[in-house]
């Protein structure tokens, strides 16, 4: 990176080089703060027949000089750096998920614990985890030997045992490894990378017996107790690996590290980056979503600790017919307020997923979309929720008063509870024609509890804003907050549940123009107030005072009265009163009737069109 | 001067009287009572002998209604001081006596009645100085019954715990997820055993101090199989100190038959399993000794404990070690949840190799059980209600 002070800093051009587009912008700081001026997009050039990264770079590159009328383009198709006047950039940046992104296989001793640390900090890299070998993963060593060579990993991270635990298990591990001689996705001629991440005892074992088999990096244990975890060296190393063996070996890749001031992150990775800035910043608990069409990625900030998951056949084309087998045809309907022919339903399926690009052409392909979105959130939150857990094999301390209220260990750390804000993004949710659609998707799929922020990623920036995050964190903060989220809205939701249509929430805001609105919430209602955005585009805010009935709970215990300050967006307060768990009415007519209703409460379609249906 | 003579004169009339008064009182009763005593009490009447329903022979039942005269307490006052039962197997034969009542019964069990022989019973009553016999019951003969009508309840309950065994045994067979809560401690198992397997340090499995007669030591042993498969499996290092000679034999037999389970025969050592004392504190020290020297990563107490339980736990948490106990004795248990990572509690002991195999047959068998322990508590439940409302008669009350 060039000599620049962050206070310097005025001009950012970041690129996303994605599978199939790559994305540049703009941001420019305007009087004292970072903001967006422009985005532009071109198709990514890594395939052939261009086989050169940096053609597409320079296409969004160019859309953006065309847009903003800033010159960052010499007369060679180089950027321009640093900034003059109305030419050149300060700090361009980028990131990259084309060919495939980061691929890697991780290794540890025991498949809960070493293991699924590595499994955490690979995925925390941005890396895509194609497989999981432990010593207790149940597969025979010939069988795990011909997964390793089968699979082609850019890289591997093997781990296991913490300092002065077990040596034999990893040197086993490392055997394994040694006898299967693996092979790199990218690169013919290169040795495979291998970071070693586990007992310190082992070092001099393993790097026996990987001796000229495999380029093996060694780092600090990511388990060196098993009560603690120790990402952050493994994760560096991935990045730096990433770098230096994966994006060495792809086509044009070497000539844009040369450009970059920063070096250039795994597209989820960045967004786990950003994510995690803005949870730390802000004091909040978030989660964030990333639904694409073969995969969906969940971010999570829980109690300071990041998690990210991969649903890797969870999407909304190449991988819809997964959503709709691993769902059920029932779940994906329930939410339809319509009926269709079963035969006809599959057929969608299946054309959505051989014509991936295509989008909804009427009100019904729109509604059975966002039904299939619902349970593909759905699913990939419950693999989240059970990957972002406390550590597991770790000494309990007892009093006699847990003689009946033993919790048993490695418990999720999702607490719907406690989550402040909802991020979606991805086309689906992003691109849906009403913004109120993206925000009932989001509660719908992930059923947040008690009060929660709702907002979507506009045109999915938190990739470019991660990597920025790395260099200059006031500026990718400000942008974040400021042009890169659209806020939905506040999403209040009581928990419990309740059998019959009785009131269940009190509730009374006190809007910023000085109006109040005041009444109840029955059981299986929902309600939506407006409260948008002030003239600068940032949420007003309202004072909520909530009184919910005995049974239910928001945040404050069951029958707590909450008076908190809540963000309005484009969407407003979403009253759902529903209940948690969240269950829909089993007779199809009041299903359906129900759907309606909420549907019309919170103007999600037109309502003419839902009439027709 | 008074007169004298008038009242010595007086003296003696009122002496007289006074005799003749007493006298009177005392002699008049005598002919009254006299006559009472010698008259016998009435009889008993209305005697009958029946067979007595849902034996194995061998007894008639005879019932009578008592002597008009018995007041149906033992009392001085009471004309009838009890009943003699008189048998015959002829009806004007000779009675011979069988046994004797107090005053008030009014009916007796014969037990000493052989089979298929027509008895006749006359019921004797006794007075104070007399007594009167009733007239003989009808003939009756002793056979053997082939059902026992009155434990027709408890039949019906342990056909519905069979019945509700084999139903789920089935369900279990057929791959239905049949639902058991989730005990902690045994979800931890796996837990325990991977913190060893990473730390690299050994598991001990303590299977309490009682011998292979005690159902807590069969329950500790049966798990120790389960856990014996997952150390196989991670190749885990495991050690079973036992104070029993039996119990050490079975130990090592079911840590044998798990490592061959597991495919991981060759695993398996039988120095894993080793005898230390049969005395209590002697055992104790040995593996408190044990503890301090190997620090292991997990020790498991699945067993009968007594007083050694707080010592063995508290040096298993002092050397840092995850802990699980389960224990069926009710006075150990706080010591236990206090010092352990978790503990299975009563029941859940015996629960747990089911719980841990997930075998269709124990599993089955574990949901039965419920069924007829839902049953018993419901009846338990529904008496005490019952009780505390006074209802000491279910027939009365419904009456």
């Given at each position: 990176m060039k000599d620049l002070k962050p206070e310097d800093i005025n001009i950012i051009v970041a690129t996303d080089c994605g599978s199939t587009t790559t994305k540049a912008i703009l941001i420019e700081k305007k009087g004292d703060e970072y903001r967006l001026i422009v985005r532009g997009e071109a198709p990514t050039t890594?395939?052939?027949?261009?086989?050169?990264?940096t053609m597409g770079v320079l296409n969004a590159v160019a859309e953006v000089e065309e847009l903003s009328g800033r010159k960052i383009l010499d007369e060679k198709g180089k950027i321009i750096t640093p900034s003059n006047g109305n030419v050149g950039t300060d700090i361009y940046v980028s990131t990259s998920s084309a060919g495939g992104g980061l691929q890697m296989m991780v290794a540890g001793v025991v498949r809960s614990m070493t293991a699924e640390s590595a499994e955490r900090a690979a995925l925390g890299a941005g890396a895509i985890v194609m497989d999981v070998i432990a010593s207790n993963d149940k597969r025979l060593p010939h069988q795990q030997i011909q997964r390793i060579r089968q699979l082609r990993p850019d890289m591997i991270l093997l781990s296991g045992g913490i300092d002065g635990g077990t040596t034999t298990h990893v040197v086993e591990l490392a055997e394994l490894l040694s006898a299967a001689d693996p092979k790199p996705r990218l690169g013919i001629g290169y040795q495979l990378p291998v970071i070693y991440a586990g007992n310190i005892n082992a070092r001099e074992a393993i790097k026996n017996t990987l001796l000229n088999k495999v380029d093996l990096t060694v780092v600090e244990n990511l388990r060196p107790v098993l009560e603690r975890e120790n990402l952050l060296p493994a994760r560096e190393k991935i990045h730096d690996l990433f770098m230096e063996h994966v994006m060495a070996q792809a086509p044009g890749y070497k000539k844009l590290m040369t450009w970059t001031d920063a070096p250039i992150m795994p597209t989820p990775g960045a967004v786990g980056l950003i994510m995690k800035k803005i949870a730390d910043e802000e004091g909040i608990q978030v989660v964030g979503v990333d639904i694409g069409g073969a995969t969906t990625d969940i971010f999570s900030v829980f109690q300071g600790i990041f998690n990210r998951t991969v649903?890797?056949?969870?999407?909304?084309?190449?991988?819809v017919s997964n959503v709709f087998a691993e769902a059920g045809l029932d779940n994906v309907m329930r939410w339809v307020p319509f009926h269709l022919d079963e035969r006809d339903l599959r057929n969608r399926v299946k054309n959505k997923m051989i014509r991936p690009t295509t989008i909804p052409q009427s009100m019904e392909e729109l509604i059975f979309e966002q039904a299939i979105a619902k349970e593909a959130l759905r699913l990939a939150f419950i693999q989240h929720k059970s990957f972002a857990t406390v550590l597991k094999g770790v000494q309990q301390q007892r009093t006699i008063a847990d003689a009946f209220d033993q919790t048993i260990g490695g418990q999720t750390l999702v607490n719907m509870m406690t989550l402040d804000m909802l991020i979606g993004s991805g086309g689906v949710l992003s691109h849906a024609p009403r913004r109120h659609q993206a925000a009932l998707m989001l509660i719908d799929g992930f059923?947040?509890?008690a009060i929660t922020r709702l907002a979507v990623d506009?045109?999915?920036m938190m990739p470019q804003l991660g990597v920025l995050s790395t260099v200059h964190t006031k500026a990718a903060v400000e942008v974040f907050n400021k042009d890169c989220l659209i806020h939905l809205g506040t999403c209040i939701a009581p928990a419990g549940e309740l059998k019959d249509e009785r009131d269940i929430l009190k509730y009374k805001f006190e809007m910023p123009d000085g109006e109040t609105i005041e009444g109840t919430l029955k059981y299986g209602e929902m309600k939506k107030f407006p409260l948008g955005l002030d003239e600068k585009g940032d949420p007003l805010k309202a004072k909520a005072i909530l009184e919910p009935l005995r049974?239910?709970?928001?945040?404050?215990?069951?029958g707590g009265k909450v008076e908190k300050e809540i963000y309005g967006g484009v969407t407003g307060i979403i009253l759902d009163g529903r209940g948690r768990p969240f269950n829909l009415p089993t007779d199809d007519k009041i299903r359906v009737q129900k759907l309606k209703e909420w549907m019309i409460t919170l103007d999600i379609y037109p309502n003419e069109a839902l009439e027709r249906l | 001067m008074r007169p004298r003579i008038s009242t010595q004169t007086s003296n003696k009339t009122y002496a007289l009287i006074l005799s003749i008064l007493i006298l009177s009182f005392l002699l008049i009763p005598i002919p009254v009572l006299a006559q009472q005593d010698t008259l016998p009490p009435s009889p008993p009447t209305e005697v009958k002998a029946e067979d007595t329903p849902n034996?194995?022979?061998g007894s008639i039942t005879i019932i009578w209604k008592k002597s008009a005269d018995d007041i149906g307490v033992v009392r001085d006052d009471n004309k009838v001081k009890g009943y003699e039962i008189l048998r015959s197997t002829r009806t004007d034969g000779e009675y011979e006596l069988l046994g004797k009542t107090t005053a008030g019964a009014e009916s007796y069990f014969d037990s000493h009645a052989r089979n298929n022989i027509d008895y006749f019973y006359k019921i004797r009553a006794l007075g104070l100085v007399s007594l009167s016999e009733s007239l003989p019951s009808q003939p009756v003969k002793a056979k053997a019954q082939w059902v026992d009508w009155s434990r027709k309840y408890t039949f019906l309950l342990a056909l519905i715990l069979a019945l509700s065994i084999v139903y789920f045994i089935n369900q279990s067979k057929t791959g239905k997820e049949l639902f058991i809560r989730k005990i902690a401690g045994l979800e931890a198992v796996t837990d325990a055993v991977g913190r060893a397997t990473e730390m690299g340090r050994k598991i001990f499995y303590i299977p309490g101090i009682s011998d292979m007669d005690n159902m807590q030591t069969i329950a500790g042993v049966t798990i120790l199989g389960q856990v014996a498969k997952i150390t196989a499996e991670y190749e885990a290092k495991l050690e079973v100190p036992t104070s029993r000679s039996l119990v050490m034999v079975s130990c090592r037999e079911t840590i044998k038959e798990a490592y061959s389970n597991a495919g991981r025969p060759d695993l398996f050592n039988e120095n894993m399993v080793y005898y230390l004392t049969d005395d209590q504190f002697g055992y104790t020290a040995a593996v408190d000794g044990l503890f301090v020297r190997e620090k292991p990563a997990a020790i498991f107490f699945q067993g009968q404990f007594y007083a050694e339980s707080l010592i063995l736990a508290e040096t298993g948490n002092y050397v840092g070690a995850i802990q699980i106990a389960g224990t069926g004795q009710p006075a150990q248990l706080p010591f236990f949840v206090a010092a352990c990572d978790y503990t299975l509690i009563g029941e859940e002991l015996f629960a747990a190799s089911a719980y841990l195999s997930r075998d269709p047959k124990l599993l089955g068998s574990l949901k039965g059980q419920d069924v007829g322990k839902f049953i018993f508590l419901f009846f338990i439940l529904v008496g005490s209600i019952l009780l505390a409302f006074g209802v000491y008669d279910l027939r009365v009350f419904l009456r």
């Amino acid at each position: 990176m060039k000599d620049l002070k962050p206070e310097d800093i005025n001009i950012i051009v970041a690129t996303d080089c994605g599978s199939t587009t790559t994305k540049a912008i703009l941001i420019e700081k305007k009087g004292d703060e970072y903001r967006l001026i422009v985005r532009g997009e071109a198709p990514t050039t890594v395939e052939a027949p261009f086989e050169d990264v940096t053609m597409g770079v320079l296409n969004a590159v160019a859309e953006v000089e065309e847009l903003s009328g800033r010159k960052i383009l010499d007369e060679k198709g180089k950027i321009i750096t640093p900034s003059n006047g109305n030419v050149g950039t300060d700090i361009y940046v980028s990131t990259s998920s084309a060919g495939g992104g980061l691929q890697m296989m991780v290794a540890g001793v025991v498949r809960s614990m070493t293991a699924e640390s590595a499994e955490r900090a690979a995925l925390g890299a941005g890396a895509i985890v194609m497989d999981v070998i432990a010593s207790n993963d149940k597969r025979l060593p010939h069988q795990q030997i011909q997964r390793i060579r089968q699979l082609r990993p850019d890289m591997i991270l093997l781990s296991g045992g913490i300092d002065g635990g077990t040596t034999t298990h990893v040197v086993e591990l490392a055997e394994l490894l040694s006898a299967a001689d693996p092979k790199p996705r990218l690169g013919i001629g290169y040795q495979l990378p291998v970071i070693y991440a586990g007992n310190i005892n082992a070092r001099e074992a393993i790097k026996n017996t990987l001796l000229n088999k495999v380029d093996l990096t060694v780092v600090e244990n990511l388990r060196p107790v098993l009560e603690r975890e120790n990402l952050l060296p493994a994760r560096e190393k991935i990045h730096d690996l990433f770098m230096e063996h994966v994006m060495a070996q792809a086509p044009g890749y070497k000539k844009l590290m040369t450009w970059t001031d920063a070096p250039i992150m795994p597209t989820p990775g960045a967004v786990g980056l950003i994510m995690k800035k803005i949870a730390d910043e802000e004091g909040i608990q978030v989660v964030g979503v990333d639904i694409g069409g073969a995969t969906t990625d969940i971010f999570s900030v829980f109690q300071g600790i990041f998690n990210r998951t991969v649903s890797a056949n969870l999407g909304m084309s190449y991988s819809v017919s997964n959503v709709f087998a691993e769902a059920g045809l029932d779940n994906v309907m329930r939410w339809v307020p319509f009926h269709l022919d079963e035969r006809d339903l599959r057929n969608r399926v299946k054309n959505k997923m051989i014509r991936p690009t295509t989008i909804p052409q009427s009100m019904e392909e729109l509604i059975f979309e966002q039904a299939i979105a619902k349970e593909a959130l759905r699913l990939a939150f419950i693999q989240h929720k059970s990957f972002a857990t406390v550590l597991k094999g770790v000494q309990q301390q007892r009093t006699i008063a847990d003689a009946f209220d033993q919790t048993i260990g490695g418990q999720t750390l999702v607490n719907m509870m406690t989550l402040d804000m909802l991020i979606g993004s991805g086309g689906v949710l992003s691109h849906a024609p009403r913004r109120h659609q993206a925000a009932l998707m989001l509660i719908d799929g992930f059923m947040p509890e008690a009060i929660t922020r709702l907002a979507v990623d506009s045109i999915f920036m938190m990739p470019q804003l991660g990597v920025l995050s790395t260099v200059h964190t006031k500026a990718a903060v400000e942008v974040f907050n400021k042009d890169c989220l659209i806020h939905l809205g506040t999403c209040i939701a009581p928990a419990g549940e309740l059998k019959d249509e009785r009131d269940i929430l009190k509730y009374k805001f006190e809007m910023p123009d000085g109006e109040t609105i005041e009444g109840t919430l029955k059981y299986g209602e929902m309600k939506k107030f407006p409260l948008g955005l002030d003239e600068k585009g940032d949420p007003l805010k309202a004072k909520a005072i909530l009184e919910p009935l005995r049974g239910f709970d928001l945040g404050e215990g069951k029958g707590g009265k909450v008076e908190k300050e809540i963000y309005g967006g484009v969407t407003g307060i979403i009253l759902d009163g529903r209940g948690r768990p969240f269950n829909l009415p089993t007779d199809d007519k009041i299903r359906v009737q129900k759907l309606k209703e909420w549907m019309i409460t919170l103007d999600i379609y037109p309502n003419e069109a839902l009439e027709r249906l | 001067m008074r007169p004298r003579i008038s009242t010595q004169t007086s003296n003696k009339t009122y002496a007289l009287i006074l005799s003749i008064l007493i006298l009177s009182f005392l002699l008049i009763p005598i002919p009254v009572l006299a006559q009472q005593d010698t008259l016998p009490p009435s009889p008993p009447t209305e005697v009958k002998a029946e067979d007595t329903p849902n034996d194995a022979g061998g007894s008639i039942t005879i019932i009578w209604k008592k002597s008009a005269d018995d007041i149906g307490v033992v009392r001085d006052d009471n004309k009838v001081k009890g009943y003699e039962i008189l048998r015959s197997t002829r009806t004007d034969g000779e009675y011979e006596l069988l046994g004797k009542t107090t005053a008030g019964a009014e009916s007796y069990f014969d037990s000493h009645a052989r089979n298929n022989i027509d008895y006749f019973y006359k019921i004797r009553a006794l007075g104070l100085v007399s007594l009167s016999e009733s007239l003989p019951s009808q003939p009756v003969k002793a056979k053997a019954q082939w059902v026992d009508w009155s434990r027709k309840y408890t039949f019906l309950l342990a056909l519905i715990l069979a019945l509700s065994i084999v139903y789920f045994i089935n369900q279990s067979k057929t791959g239905k997820e049949l639902f058991i809560r989730k005990i902690a401690g045994l979800e931890a198992v796996t837990d325990a055993v991977g913190r060893a397997t990473e730390m690299g340090r050994k598991i001990f499995y303590i299977p309490g101090i009682s011998d292979m007669d005690n159902m807590q030591t069969i329950a500790g042993v049966t798990i120790l199989g389960q856990v014996a498969k997952i150390t196989a499996e991670y190749e885990a290092k495991l050690e079973v100190p036992t104070s029993r000679s039996l119990v050490m034999v079975s130990c090592r037999e079911t840590i044998k038959e798990a490592y061959s389970n597991a495919g991981r025969p060759d695993l398996f050592n039988e120095n894993m399993v080793y005898y230390l004392t049969d005395d209590q504190f002697g055992y104790t020290a040995a593996v408190d000794g044990l503890f301090v020297r190997e620090k292991p990563a997990a020790i498991f107490f699945q067993g009968q404990f007594y007083a050694e339980s707080l010592i063995l736990a508290e040096t298993g948490n002092y050397v840092g070690a995850i802990q699980i106990a389960g224990t069926g004795q009710p006075a150990q248990l706080p010591f236990f949840v206090a010092a352990c990572d978790y503990t299975l509690i009563g029941e859940e002991l015996f629960a747990a190799s089911a719980y841990l195999s997930r075998d269709p047959k124990l599993l089955g068998s574990l949901k039965g059980q419920d069924v007829g322990k839902f049953i018993f508590l419901f009846f338990i439940l529904v008496g005490s209600i019952l009780l505390a409302f006074g209802v000491y008669d279910l027939r009365v009350f419904l009456r």
